[in-house]
């Protein structure tokens, strides 16, 4: 087999995580999540739930993949070999599998949107809650525009690790970051700048429930990507000389600066037209915002054609760098596991998620009334994957770290053989030595000792009270 190939540069790694981090979920679930579940008192839980859970299970995939350079199958086979831990190698792969077939789907109506939005097609009076149904559920052009943007998705990931993913990550999060700071300053400027700001920075914490609590800690998990094996199969793309903590530290700060950035935009805008409101999801980018840019701008339409089309090219990227690791994850493991060149890997997978994906297409439309346990195929890959496979994978992962591997080892990923220090007494904390009582009680605190702390207890139980939450309901 072909020698495994690298990231070229740390600012390659940083930005493809990143990328794979930055996506829908940042531009439409956090604001509305932020400005349902009050405001900044919702910020402050999802800090703390990104810091204790986030990054150490971001910490945790980056250990798996980057000890084994393998896929996430391959990964868990290396480190656990014939025992039931390689679920979780395996539950990586069908979730970025499955999750990418109808992540497409939406990626294709973000590319539709942006092409009409060029095309001065968002503009008028119109009826947009029945442009987007009639799009969504006609037989055809979801899936074409879901084609082309697969196709785009497979262009970048046959040309491989550093020239295909690394070279576009640092082109494209740039000038992402790029089209966000200009949004921004553009939102200055509107009436409802004010009014939008304080509702989604005004801390509520009448509205903080235990709900609340699972609903940030649901959020983290989706917007850094994590237990889909995405960072996983990057890591194992990592040199010897990335720092894995500090690199999970940036990822997670970049994605949370761009979800807050995107509330700035978004609610801005929304509040500068009286009577809307900020819903959820696809309704709130397909149906409110087109309306919204149309009224908010109406005095300056080609302010408002420039705003409305660089927010579709915004979540167009956005939606593109997150499919590309989504399809990374499964085309690594049949490249390494099938031996077959990754130019056939890339095909199998490019020809599986569309088959599925159009299936998933259809079942909005024509296929509608073909329902299992009531959902639509849409819906039902959504529920199985993101709320059923996607948290066991959490939780197996966590556990995977802080219970089964050794702990030296982790310790040596961590501070990349001893070169990095990470606190006072570092080599006693690996080894759980115990030397002089002010070192002993010093390293009681040690960074490395509180990250096992959280993949041990927090990230799992909080996981699983998640999951039995969601099944409950
Ligand atoms: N993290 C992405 C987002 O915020 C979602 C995603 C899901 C990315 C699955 C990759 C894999 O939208």
Not at 52 to 60: E, R
Not at 69 to 96: C, D, Q, S, Y
Not at 323 to 330: C, G, K, N
Not at 356 to 384: Q, T
Request: some cysteine; proline content about 4%.
């Amino acid at each position: 087999m072909s020698q495994r190939n690298n990231f070229g540069s740390k600012l390659g790694v940083v930005l493809a995580a990143a990328g794979s981090a930055v996506g829908l979920g940042n531009v439409w679930r956090f604001p509305t999540e932020v400005g349902n579940n009050g405001g900044a008192a919702f910020i402050l839980i999802y800090l703390c739930c990104i810091l204790f859970i986030g990054v150490p299970v971001m910490l945790s995939e980056f250990v798996i993949g980057r000890h084994t350079h393998a896929n996430t199958i391959g990964a868990f086979r290396k480190l656990a070999p014939g025992t039931w831990w390689r679920l979780g190698g395996i539950e990586g792969v069908f979730v970025a599998f499955f999750i990418s077939c109808y992540y497409i789907i939406v990626s294709g109506w973000t590319l539709h949107y942006m092409v009409a939005s060029m095309c001065n097609q968002l503009t008028g009076d119109q009826d947009y809650k029945s442009y987007f149904s009639d799009f969504v559920s006609s037989p055809l052009e979801p899936v074409v525009y879901a084609v082309v943007f697969m196709l785009l998705v497979h262009v970048i990931i046959v040309r491989g690790v550093e020239k295909g993913i690394e070279r576009f990550s640092k082109l494209m999060m740039p000038m992402l970051l790029l089209i966000i700071g200009v949004l921004v300053v553009c939102s200055f400027s509107m009436s409802g700048f004010t009014e939008g700001v304080t509702y989604m920075l005004r801390p509520d914490f009448s509205k903080v429930t235990p709900n609340i609590v699972l609903s940030a800690v649901g959020q983290a998990f989706y917007s850094l990507s994590l237990a889909m094996g995405c960072l996983c199969t990057y890591a194992s793309y990592f040199g010897p000389d990335t720092n894995l903590a500090k690199t999970a530290v940036s990822v997670s700060v970049i994605d949370t600066c761009v979800a807050v950035l995107c509330g700035f935009i978004i609610f801005p805008a929304v509040f500068s037209v009286p009577g809307v409101e900020a819903n959820e999801g696809p309704g709130l980018v397909f149906i409110t915002l087109p309306h919204v840019f149309n009224i908010a701008f109406h005095n300056v339409p080609i302010i408002g054609y420039v705003f409305s089309t660089l927010f579709y090219v915004l979540l167009m990227l956005s939606a593109l760098t997150s499919a590309i690791s989504l399809h990374e994850v499964a085309t690594a493991y049949i490249h390494e596991e099938w031996n077959v060149s990754r130019k056939r890997a890339a095909c199998m997978v490019t020809v599986g998620c569309l088959l599925l994906g159009v299936a998933c297409s259809l079942s909005m439309g024509v296929w509608n009334d073909f329902r299992i346990c009531g959902l639509c195929l849409f819906d039902l890959f959504d529920y199985v994957s993101a709320k059923i496979i996607l948290p066991l994978g959490g939780i197996i992962i966590c556990l995977f770290v802080g219970w089964k591997l050794d702990r030296q080892m982790v310790y040596n990923e961590v501070t990349n053989n001893g070169t990095l220090h990470l606190g006072p007494s570092d080599a006693a904390t690996a080894a759980g030595g115990r030397p002089s009582l002010g070192a002993r009680l010093l390293s009681r605190l040690h960074p490395f000792r509180i990250y096992i702390f959280l993949v041990r207890w927090v990230a799992p139980t909080a996981i699983a009270v998640i999951f039995i939450n969601e099944l409950l309901r």
